[in-house]
């Protein structure tokens, strides 16, 4: 099973609503990776958990709030969000986090904020 | 500050013919270099990578080449096929991902 699954797959909220985005894989992989991508734009990093703890945080604003309950799962909990936050949410996975390895990518989740 | 970029926003190849992705980098620490496509509605998918120390890496239609000297990559694919049609980001081992070039391959 070389699949990470992502869900919703659609997601619309209000500034002042709390939601959460959810990653799936089981794959054995020991880190795992947030990404946001804008249309017409490369993905940007946002969170890396290696070995289930944070290890890369990139500067992201604390309305996005990461979790990692176990190997398997990563939550992105939000929290009065922006407009601008409107966009592609992209879930990752690799068998390590040295960057070398490839990659597996969730099919993203699509944020609107209204 | 964009550290790698696909100069190229766009390419269009006919079927069988050859398809040449090109990236550029600034910063000389990066290690490793990935290439992945992405359709649309999908996650991006890992094609193929090369490490700092070779210069060229092959797998199949693909091949990935490394000029250090000019921090340049390129990916060839060849022959094209319809289904090449994606947008394709080169990445590097820093997890920062290139402007991207959206391919397409017409009959």
């Known amino acids: 099973d070389t699949e990470v699954t992502q869900t919703p797959k659609h997601l619309v909220m209000g500034m002042t609503n709390k939601k959460s985005l959810k990653c799936e894989q089981h794959?054995?992989?020991?880190?795992m990776y947030w990404y946001k991508q804008k249309a017409k734009k490369p993905p940007e990093l946002m969170f890396v958990?290696?070995?289930?703890?944070?290890?890369i945080n990139e500067s992201v604003p604390s309305r996005f709030s990461p979790e990692c309950p176990n190997s398997s799962l990563l939550n992105l909990h939000l929290h009065a969000l922006q407009p601008e936050d409107s966009a592609l949410y992209l879930c990752?996975?690799?068998?390590?986090?040295?960057?070398?390895?490839?990659?597996?990518f969730g099919p993203g989740t699509r944020l609107t904020v209204t | 500050d964009q550290q790698v970029k696909q100069n190229s926003p766009s390419l269009s190849v006919q079927e069988g013919r050859i398809s040449i992705l090109n990236c550029d980098y600034t910063n000389s620490m990066f290690d490793y270099f990935l290439w992945y496509k992405k359709y649309p509605a999908e996650g991006p998918t890992f094609l193929i990578s090369i490490s700092s120390i070779k210069d060229k890496n092959e797998d199949g239609r693909f091949t990935v080449f490394l000029n250090k000297s000019a921090k340049h990559l390129s990916l060839h694919i060849v022959p094209s096929q319809p289904g090449d049609s994606a947008v394709y980001f080169c990445?590097?081992?820093?997890?920062?991902f290139g402007t991207g070039t959206r391919l397409q391959v017409f009959p």
């Open positions: 990445a590097t081992d820093k997890l920062i």
């Open positions: 990752a996975s690799s068998q390590d986090p040295t960057g070398h390895l490839e990659q597996y």
């Open positions: 794959m054995g992989h020991r880190a």
């Open positions: 958990y290696s070995y289930e703890k944070l290890s």
